[in-house]
T-cell receptor, first 111, second 113 residues
Framework: QKEVEQDPGPLSVPEGAIVSLNCTYSNSAFQYFMWYRQYSRKGPELLMYTYSSGNKEDGRFTAQVDKSSKYISLFIRDSQPSDSATYLCAMSGTSYGKLTFGQGTILTVHP | DGGITQSPKYLFRKEGQNVTLSCEQNLNHDAMYWYRQDPGQGLRLIYYSQIVNDFQKGDIAEGYSVSREKKESFPLTVTSAQKNPTAFYLC????????????FGPGTRLTVT
């Protein structure tokens, strides 16, 4: 079993839809959680960063962490074609060093 | 402009040759990382360095080597011992003690034939 599981999709939604992306993990030591967006043939771009449990909102993006269930989510409201990308979750148990990544979810938002 | 640069964007080599990928950052970050990404897979850590002149192996270090002689530079050498070197290579950096958020460069696509 992988430490971090992420549904690879692909996920296809119409413009304006609410998108829910999810990761589950098995290591209870994880306390730093990140979401990255990666466009084709580009480096990942940090979207959201959260520490421990709770919600964090930034514009159309909301990150949720439920440590009791070992489950994190990224919600995208009013999705746009420009949101079409691969979304990677990542997490770590320390304030330095190694991140563990999910395999990424491919999202397509069609006009 | 602050950021991470990787060069070249595309690299082609013959099997049996060593090749060095460049990574430079001007973010004044202490830690730097090298990842490998294969189609349909997440990122796998090759090597990381938290301070100049020190580095640690990641999960898939075999067939790779690194150096960290300067804070801003962390070159990766893919040696002929790496059995399947064709991949997308990503360099990242992060500030020590600021949480674990890492910032990535644009990547180098290496093709070995």
């Amino acid at each position: 079993q992988k430490e971090v599981e992420q549904d690879p999709g692909p996920l296809s939604v119409p413009e304006g839809a609410i998108v829910s992306l999810n990761c589950t993990y098995s290591n209870s030591a994880f306390q730093y959680f990140m979401w990255y967006r990666q466009y084709s043939r580009k480096g990942p771009e940090l979207l959201m960063y959260t520490y421990s449990s709770g919600n964090k909102e930034d514009g159309r993006f909301t990150a949720q962490v439920d440590k009791s269930s070992k489950y994190i989510s990224l919600f995208i409201r009013d999705s746009q074609p420009s949101d079409s990308a691969t979304y990677l979750c990542a997490m770590s148990g320390t304030s330095y060093g190694k991140l563990t990544f999910g395999q990424g979810t491919i999202l397509t938002v069609h006009p | 402009d602050g950021g991470i640069t990787q060069s070249p964007k595309y690299l082609f080599r013959k099997e049996g040759q060593n090749v060095t990928l460049s990574c430079e950052q001007n973010l004044n970050h202490d830690a730097m990382y090298w990842y490998r990404q294969d189609p349909g897979q997440g990122l796998r850590l090759i090597y990381y360095s938290q301070i100049v002149n020190d580095f640690q192996k990641g999960d898939i270090a075999e067939g790779y080597s690194v150096s960290r002689e300067k804070k801003e530079s962390f070159p990766l050498t893919v040696t002929s011992a790496q059995k399947n070197p064709t991949a997308f290579y990503l360099c990242a950096s992060s500030p020590i003690g600021g949480g674990d958020e890492q910032y990535f460069g644009p990547g180098t696509r290496l093709t070995v034939t």
